[in-house]
């Protein structure tokens, strides 16, 4: 079991660069979810996808697309790439309960800086 | 509106003292907390998590964390500490929303934690 893993770990872009981020899980988990995260500022939601087929803004998407290609893969996607954007990115993944009382599980991160 | 506060952004102790990591929220209705512990150049680990029942909650690593209802507050706690314990520690709590559960959660910003020889 790999769990959640993230591709590429790291990356360098120059401003105005597109780029996609990949995620994938092998634990049968319906939802999926992208962050960042940034000194002092803890982790904040880009998108998220509560299940396969579906996907919602969380509270940074500006800047960010994402795809859920599958159950297993979600992928974000930075279509012209600012300096703003230079962050860890994390993806994670959960079983879809009626109550949300399901722990998340993280990838390894990709680090990201944009010049 | 939902948030959750580490009011500090690091706490020394030395090895073998008790620790406490502090954690504030604010949510309406009841309340789903969550600890995790992300070591250096590491993805976020899971420790532990209060849904209800027991005000003590037992996790990961010999840490447990206590939900005290009246002071909003979920700390984190662990008996003796490690060097090994040295880490940045986040909490966060379910996040609510009008098109209902979707397991999002808010994060704290937080604590790194300094365990000392």
């Known amino acids: 079991n790999a769990g959640v893993t993230q591709t590429p770990k790291f990356q360098v872009l120059k401003t105005g660069q597109s780029m996609t981020l990949q995620c994938a899980q092998d634990?049968?988990?319906?939802?999926m979810y992208w962050y960042r995260q940034d000194p002092g500022m803890g982790l904040r939601l880009i998108y998220y996808s509560a299940s396969e087929g579906t996907t919602d803004k969380g509270e940074v998407p500006n800047g960010y697309n994402v795809s859920r290609l599958n159950k297993r893969e979600f992928s974000l996607r930075l279509e012209s790439a600012a300096p703003s954007q230079t962050s860890v990115y994390f993806c994670?993944?959960?079983?879809?309960?009626?109550?949300?009382?399901?722990?998340?599980?993280f990838g390894p991160g990709t680090r990201l800086t944009v010049t | 509106a939902q948030s959750v506060a580490q009011p500090e952004d690091q706490v020394n102790v030395a090895e073998g003292n008790p620790l406490t990591v502090k954690c504030t929220y604010s949510v309406s209705g009841n309340p789903y907390l969550f600890w995790y512990v992300q070591y250096p150049n590491r993805g976020l680990q899971f420790l532990l998590k209060y849904i209800t029942g027991d005000n003590l909650v037992k996790g990961s690593y010999g840490f447990e964390a206590e939900f005290n209802k009246s002071q909003t507050s979920f700390h984190l706690k662990k008996p003796s500490a490690l060097v090994s314990d040295s880490a940045l520690y986040f909490c966060a709590v379910r996040a609510l929303s009008g098109s209902g559960n979707t397991g999002k959660l808010i994060f704290g910003q937080g604590t790194t934690l300094q365990v000392k020889p």
């Open positions: 994670a993944s959960s079983e879809r309960t009626s109550g949300g009382a399901r722990e998340q599980y």
């Open positions: 634990m049968n988990h319906n939802s």
